[in-house]
């Protein structure tokens, strides 16, 4: 169960977009499309952001878009706000009732 | 207003146990799969457990099987980890979290764990 990868950072000025990689392996991203994504506030709990790959919950921007190719998922934030600002943690379904987390990237918006 | 609330966090020395709850409202409990997950101080999210909605399929993370286990009541919409032969990795803030289509769209706000002597 190793911890997806993505990078400790990202950073965009407000109104601009960004991209937040998130790779594994061919039986965790590369085999499912239960791709998550979340956001999480300092002292806050985290929210979800993206399911399955693509789909925004009810409520969440459509600033925020999700996608996959092959072994690596991503996140993109377009129109940067300052309230985007936060820490984003990538998730996969593994396989019998397995998930896994990425390390997290924090986003700063300049 | 769809809640999750944990508790029965606190300090306990290494080799302790320690039975954190959640209490659920607001939502179809007994229809969800229901999660724990864990953040060490200044670290990233860890999945720790799951349960299905009625129990019947349960899994761990290599990190804390045969160590944690997890259990529900539906009828009192609660969910349980009971946490034996802790450790002080085990130090984290713990959610609980309910899963929709393979992603946590519920959470709670989660309660300390603290493993020291």
């Known amino acids: 169960q190793s911890a997806l990868t993505q990078p400790p950072s990202a950073s965009g000025s407000p109104g601009q977009s960004v991209t937040i990689s998130c790779t594994g392996t061919s039986i965790d991203v590369g085999r499912y499309n239960y791709v998550s994504w979340y956001q999480q506030h300092p002292g806050k709990a985290p929210k979800l952001m993206i399911y399955e790959v693509s789909k925004r919950p009810s409520g969440v921007p459509d600033r925020f878009s999700g996608s996959k190719s092959g072994n690596t998922a991503s996140l993109t934030v377009s129109g940067l706000q300052a309230e985007d600002e936060a820490d984003y943690y990538c998730s996969s379904y593994v396989d019998t009732n397995n998930w896994v987390f990425g390390g997290g990237t924090k986003l700063t918006v300049l | 207003e769809v809640q999750l609330v944990e508790s029965g966090g606190g300090l306990v020395q290494p080799g302790g146990s320690l039975r954190l709850s959640c209490a659920a409202s607001g939502f179809s409990f007994s229809s969800y799969s229901m999660n724990w997950v864990r953040q060490a101080p200044g670290k990233g999210l860890e999945w720790v457990s799951y349960i299905r909605s009625s129990s019947s399929t349960i899994g761990y993370a290599d990190s804390v099987k045969g160590r944690f286990t997890i259990s529900r009541d539906n009828a009192k919409t609660s969910l349980f980890l009971q946490m034996n032969s802790l450790r002080a990795e085990d130090t984290a803030v713990y959610y609980c979290?309910?899963?929709?289509?393979?992603?946590?769209?519920?959470w709670g706000q989660g309660t300390m764990v603290t493993v020291s002597s």
């Open positions: 979290a309910g899963d929709n289509r393979y992603a946590f769209d519920i």
